[in-house]
């Protein structure tokens, strides 16, 4: 089932996700309406938060190649467990930030740690696209958004957007 995907401002993006102590059938189900909704947007990626669920739950495909098939992976508790010194800039976008680009930097590859689904720990080395969306997501679980690494008046101008934005989508559905 896709779920609705919360814009920014709004104190449940602020917050620090709580770990997941143990997998469950609805943390399962959550990471499907998950997917389902990222997909659907679409995105490459997308964390619990973002549809109001305060668990360190993240899902992305970053597949970006046509006719390649999909790659949806769900990281329960995900953690970077190295990042290269080596840095990397793309304009990254957000879900919860609809229509606004900017250029972010980050280490350019990272190896993460996380739980599969079944309950299985796995680790793997990241680097590209892959890098920087998984970053972003686990940035989202500590109520993190790229827009904090922008300088602060060109946030505030966003911030002021997202507001606006929120306000008319609200008389929209009046
Ligand atoms: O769909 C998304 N695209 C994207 C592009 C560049 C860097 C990061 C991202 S993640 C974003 C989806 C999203 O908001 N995830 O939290
Ligand atoms: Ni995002």
Redesign the pocket.
Known sequence: MKRPIIIHPDPRLKKLAAPVPDLSDDLRVLAEDMLETMYA?P?????AP?VGELVRLVVVDCVKEDGAPPRPIAMFNPEITASSDEVST???????IPEIYEDVTRPAAVTVRWIDPDGNEQQEDFDG?WS??IQ??ID?LDGKL?IDYLKPLKRQLITRKMVKLKRERAREKA
């Open positions: 947007a995105g490459i990626g997308l964390a973002q793309y304009e990254e976008g957000c879900l919860s696209l920087t969306c972003h997501e989202h790229f």
